[in-house]
Nanobody, 124 residues
Framework: QVQMVESGGGLVQAGGSLRLSCAAS????????LAWFRQAPGKEREFVAG????????YYADSVKGRFTISRDNAKNTVSLQMNSLIPEDTAAYYC?????????????????WGQGTQVTVSS
């Protein structure tokens, strides 16, 4: 089992930055592909960024490419999302997720473990 807890959300003006962190429990943390998803009110949950087991491969949604950076520290059991140049359209609840295999996928149904979410609000 893996339990995940996000932190770092908040209110920021457009153009600003936030860093989200997710702390995970479980001795096999480094066996999992990890990702960040987000869900805005009235919309479906969407993939934001993913990272493979070693951290050597990352993948981003087109809407955040060049602005967001995902990283992981397997020694500390954490995954982070650095968000720069934020825009109002980035406003959503952000969730970290883990899957029981090494690769990256964009489909939420392939992820086995989820955090409770952290709210990010970008004002114009």
């Amino acid at each position: 089992q893996v339990q995940m807890v996000e932190s770092g959300g908040g209110l920021v003006q457009a153009g600003g930055s936030l860093r989200l962190s997710c702390a995970a429990s479980g001795r096999t943390f480094n066996m999992y592909g990890l990702a960040w998803f987000r869900q805005a009110p009235g919309k479906e949950r969407e993939f934001v960024a993913g990272i493979n087991r070693s951290g050597g491969t990352t993948y981003y949604a087109d809407s955040v490419k060049g602005r967001f950076t995902i990283s992981r520290d397997n020694a500390k059991n954490t995954v982070s999302l650095q968000m720069n140049s934020l825009i109002p359209e980035d406003t959503a609840a952000y969730y970290c997720a883990a899957r029981s295999s090494m690769g990256i996928t964009t489909a939420s149904v392939t992820y086995n473990y989820w955090g409770q979410g952290t709210q990010v609000t970008v004002s114009s």
